[in-house]
């Protein structure tokens, strides 16, 4: 495994991740990788107002 990639268990409601899995598939994305996306926009946003983050 890539030593970049972390594994981390996420907790979540099951119907609110239903429909966030509906959301990923209709972008033609796994779940995974729009988590990830949410996550990278979120960083960037925040840095934007904060300055980067080292």
């Not at 429909?19 to 946003?45: C, D, H, P």
């Amino acid at each position: 495994m890539d030593d970049k990639l972390v594994r981390y268990t996420l907790r979540v409601d099951r119907t609110l991740f239903k429909k966030f899995r509906y959301i990923a598939e209709a972008e033609g994305r796994s779940a995974n990788k729009e988590i990830e996306q949410y996550l990278k926009k979120r960083v960037a946003e925040y840095e934007k107002e904060n300055g980067e983050i080292e």
